[in-house]
């Protein structure tokens, strides 16, 4: 796997086997979206697996990117595609810039929570067949982790159907990708979230 754009552009990077990775086009699709300079934003990779994305964010400048991810031999190639890029050496002076939390998704999420850590951007591609973008996406709305205007990218399997509202969350964008969805939520200004408590 390569490095689409910004700084370790064509940049090769591991992917662990056994995962499905986020295919070229959805990574393009969302940095279209997003643009080439993320500088001032606060990057979240959920459910990161290879980080594939958070080092495109990282790539294109974000100031902080967070990887989380459950299983440690992906969170250990994270880990390793960090120090392959030479991101770990010319950042060692300011490790605020990532971190890599090697914890189940939701958990971190809560976490999170009550750090009062806020993100500008969050990309989630948690595993399929559990039904757990939806709960993804209800257990952010339930824990606000996000500042006003922040984007939401969740990539879903198509049957898997999310919500057009959920709380502040507001879809603005659908699309599929081959076997899998791309749903893009902003989150509005307002300050009626959603009360569900998610187990």
Same mark, same amino acid.
């Given at each position: 796997?390569?490095?689409?754009?910004?700084?370790?552009? /064509?940049?090769?990077? $591991?992917?662990?086997?056994?995962?499905?990775?986020?295919?070229?086009?959805?990574?393009?699709?969302?940095?279209?979206?997003?643009?080439?300079?993320?500088?001032? +934003?606060?990057? +979240?990779?959920?459910?990161?697996?290879?980080?594939?994305?958070?080092?495109?964010?990282?790539?294109?400048?974000?100031?902080?990117?967070?990887?989380?991810?459950?299983?440690?031999?992906?969170?250990?190639?994270?880990?390793?595609?960090?120090?392959?890029?030479?991101?770990?050496?010319?950042?060692?002076?300011?490790?605020?810039?990532?971190?890599?939390?090697?914890?189940? /998704?939701?958990?971190?999420?809560?976490?999170?929570?009550?750090?009062?850590?806020?993100?500008?951007?969050?990309?989630?591609?948690?595993?399929?067949?559990?039904?757990?973008?939806?709960?993804?996406?209800?257990? +952010?709305?339930? $824990?606000?982790?996000?500042?006003?205007?922040?984007? +939401?990218?969740?990539?879903?399997?198509?049957?898997?159907?999310?919500?057009?509202?959920?709380?502040?969350?507001?879809?603005?964008?659908?699309?599929?990708?081959?076997?899998?969805?791309?749903?893009?939520?902003?989150?509005?200004?307002?300050?009626?979230?959603?009360?569900?408590?998610?187990?």
């Amino acid at each position: 796997m390569k490095i689409i754009g910004g700084k370790y552009k /064509g940049r090769n990077f $591991y992917m662990p086997a056994g995962i499905s990775p986020t295919q070229n086009i959805v990574r393009k699709a969302v940095f279209d979206i997003l643009g080439h300079d993320l500088s001032g +934003l606060n990057f +979240l990779d959920l459910f990161a697996g290879s980080g594939a994305v958070g080092l495109e964010a990282i790539s294109r400048g974000a100031d902080r990117t967070v990887f989380v991810e459950k299983d440690t031999r992906c969170s250990e190639i994270i880990g390793d595609n960090i120090a392959v890029l030479g991101i770990m050496r010319e950042l060692e002076e300011k490790r605020s810039l990532y971190e890599l939390v090697n914890a189940d /998704g939701f958990a971190s999420i809560k976490m999170f929570f009550r750090q009062n850590v806020k993100f500008d951007v969050v990309f989630a591609d948690p595993p399929y067949g559990r039904g757990l973008a939806k709960k993804t996406l209800k257990t +952010l709305c339930s $824990y606000d982790i996000l500042h006003p205007n922040s984007l +939401l990218f969740i990539q879903h399997e198509i049957k898997e159907c999310l919500p057009d509202f959920q709380g502040r969350f507001i879809l603005f964008r659908r699309k599929r990708y081959g076997m899998s969805m791309l749903s893009l939520y902003n989150i509005s200004n307002k300050s009626d979230m959603c009360l569900e408590e998610v187990n």
